[in-house]
């Protein structure tokens, strides 16, 4: 990866302030107003004794991931071919494979880092346990990232334009967040709903990092789901994906 476009690009993203808000402090705002509800701090039987601030941490995690693949590397990407300036790139040294590798390590970074953030205010602000299993919290974690930046890339394939990007990324975006457990944790979801959201990436993401965050290996079902959708959602931007 070409040093110079990294730094450039991560200049760049610093300088738009909505994208730092919704990728790097959002997450971690949401948990605070929802830790600020008084019902939410309390155990809740249905959860295992677990109270709902607990499941809504890797809830969190997710939602940054969710905001820097979905939302702003479409709207990144597409951006700069609405412009021309991939097309522009082909007849210089640095390859648009540059920009495009450039960009998808600075997303990537800030969603982990939001995911940190997350996971730190929960402990200081809400006494919420730090994953007890950090080994499996960090390979679930990893993978969740790869796939929301599959995802997002297939977004960028699919969008000829950033109106385009935003409208597809949305209406991917909303589904998504469900199966993170944004409105109900994956767990506390009846049997069969939760069968079917565990074969989606955010829903198997979502199950993977509760399980670490409670002292548990991580299920291989769950890390496997996540482990096909990255592939094959690379397989389909790699076909689909256009310089021009």
Not at 97 to 104: E, F, P, R
Request: proline share 6%.
């Amino acid at each position: 990866m070409n040093t110079a476009v990294l730094r450039t690009e991560f200049r760049l993203f610093r300088r738009e302030p909505a994208a730092v808000f919704w990728i790097f402090l959002f997450p971690t705002l949401l948990l605070v107003i929802l830790g600020s509800i008084p019902s939410f701090r309390e155990a809740d039987k249905s959860m295992g004794g677990l109270r709902p601030i607990d499941a809504y941490v890797p809830v969190a995690v997710l939602i940054a991931l969710l905001m820097s693949g979905v939302q702003s590397l479409p709207q990144a990407l597409t951006g700069y071919r609405e412009r021309g300036i991939l097309r522009r790139m082909s007849a210089t040294p640095v390859r648009p494979s540059a920009l495009l590798s450039a960009q998808m390590a600075v997303q990537g970074a800030v969603a982990l880092a939001a995911a940190l953030l997350a996971v730190v205010v929960g402990r200081v602000a809400f006494d919420v346990r730090l994953p007890q299993q950090p080994a499996g919290y960090a390979l679930a974690l990893l993978l969740a990232v790869a796939a929301a930046l599959a995802l997002g890339n297939v977004v960028s394939a699919l969008s000829r334009t950033t109106k385009i990007a935003s409208a597809i990324g949305s209406a991917v975006f909303f589904p998504m967040m469900f199966c993170a457990g944004v409105w109900l944790p994956v767990r506390s979801m009846p049997h069969t709903l939760a069968r079917v959201v565990q074969l989606t990436p955010f829903g198997a993401a979502a199950r993977a990092l509760d399980e670490a965050a409670g002292g548990h290996w991580p299920g291989w079902a769950h890390l496997g789901v996540l482990a096909l959708w990255t592939v094959l959602l690379t397989a389909g931007a790699a076909r689909w994906f256009r310089w021009e």
